[in-house]
């Protein structure tokens, strides 16, 4: 069993950054990806950011690419979402999700992700 737990949401102003994190216990393995998910009201769950281990390839959504940045704490088993520039259209409960032996093709698909968090909501609003 692999717990995940996210933090860092709250709400912010347009233009500002925020930090997620998910931290991973239990059984964490050597192969797998840790994915970042993004559900908005209304809205099917959507892909945002996602980091492998062991060789730390990430991928990201065309559209968030260059503003959200995904990275890793090996010595701490934590993910980051890194998130400049928000937009109220960034406004979304953001999840963090683990996939075991990823392959690139199923990298972007919810389906595939076993074990997921509770969430953190992230607002942006003026």
């Known amino acids: 069993q692999v717990q995940l737990v996210e933090s860092g949401g709250g709400l912010v102003q347009p233009g500002s950054s925020l930090r997620l994190s998910c931290a991973a216990s239990g059984r964490t393995g050597n192969s797998y990806a840790v994915a970042w998910f993004r559900q908005a009201p209304g809205k099917e769950r959507e892909f945002v950011a996602a980091?492998?281990?062991?060789?730390?390839?990430?991928y990201y959504a065309d559209s968030l690419k260059g503003r959200f940045t995904v990275s890793r704490d090996s010595a701490t088993n934590t993910v980051y979402l890194q998130m400049n520039g928000l937009k109220p259209e960034d406004t979304a409960i953001y999840y963090c999700?683990?996939?075991?032996?990823?392959?690139?093709?199923?990298?972007?698909?919810?389906?595939?992700?076993?074990?997921w968090g509770q969430g953190t909501q992230v607002t942006v609003s003026s």
């Open positions: 980091i492998r281990r062991p060789n730390g390839a990430t």
């Open positions: 999700a683990r996939q075991s032996n990823p392959i690139t093709s199923t990298i972007r698909n919810t389906d595939r992700y076993d074990y």
